[in-house]
């Protein structure tokens, strides 16, 4: 079983920054791609951002692309997400997401982190 932590989430303004995190724990049994998907009040959950096993693969939604970088650190089996030039439609509850490489379903989700960008 893998258990993932998000931290980082909080109100900031528009056009700042914010960092988030996301811990692995647990025993993962082979490669994963890590990914960022977000939730507002009142829509459905979507994509954000995924990155591949070795960190050189990166996908992002047209929403956030420009704006948002997402990494990850395979010692520290931490995936980040540094959000700039946030806008209130980046309000959202932020959640990481893990899948084994050659699946197509996630197969492990964390528990979200609110963001909140204030006008």
């Known amino acids: 079983q893998v258990q993932l932590v998000e931290s980082g989430g909080g109100l900031v303004q528009a056009g700042g920054s914010l960092r988030l995190s996301c811990a692995a724990s647990?025993?993962?049994?082979?490669?994963?791609?890590m990914g960022w998907f977000r939730q507002a009040p009142g829509k459905e959950r979507e994509f954000v951002a995924t990155?591949?096993?070795?960190?050189?693969?990166?996908y992002y939604a047209d929403s956030v692309k420009g704006r948002f970088t997402i990494s990850r650190d395979n010692a520290k089996n931490t995936v980040y997400l540094q959000m700039n030039s946030v806008k209130p439609e980046d309000t959202a509850v932020y959640y990481c997401a893990l899948r084994y490489s050659g699946k197509s379903n996630i197969d492990y989700w964390g528990q979200g982190t609110q963001v909140t960008v204030s006008s």
């Open positions: 647990g025993r993962t049994f082979s490669t994963y791609t």
């Open positions: 990155v591949n096993w070795s960190g050189d693969d990166t």
